[in-house]
């Protein structure tokens, strides 16, 4: 699967040169954040981003860092049918494990992304 990561322009030579670095969200969570497909809720005035930053990575290594989103009692069948319909995924991604799949980056100004596909 094509996955996207959001940055500023300057950043994707650095990406490329030495890699993805881990950070920590407000909630505690460290990795490096991506979505399917490219999300534009993850800019904030604090991080500002013109730049989309794609990897191909295979869905088995995916799944077990996809967010979820709904709570555990809800049924499993049911929580995927619920993203699937929403078009929409995320997932945090240790640095180590996204700097495997840098042979496949593809980047795009933001507004492009289909060219980083």
């Known amino acids: 699967m094509r996955i996207y990561h959001l940055t500023e322009a300057e950043n994707v030579a650095k990406i490329l040169a030495e890699g993805f670095v881990d950070g920590t969200n407000?909630?505690?969570q460290t990795g490096v954040w991506f979505s399917a497909p490219a999300s534009f809720n993850l800019i904030t005035p604090e991080r500002a981003a013109d730049t989309v930053v794609s990897l191909e990575v295979p869905d088995e290594v995916l799944e077990q860092y996809e967010r979820e989103y709904y709570p555990p009692s809800l049924p499993k069948e049911l929580a995927?049918?619920?993203?699937?319909?929403?078009g929409f995924r995320?997932?945090?991604m240790p640095a180590a494990e996204a700097n495997k799949y840098l042979g496949s980056v593809q980047q795009a100004p933001l507004g492009d992304q289909g060219s980083a596909r």
């Open 90 to 92: 995320e997932f945090c």
């Open 26 to 28: 407000f909630e505690g």
């Open 80 to 86: 995927d049918a619920l993203i699937r319909a929403a």
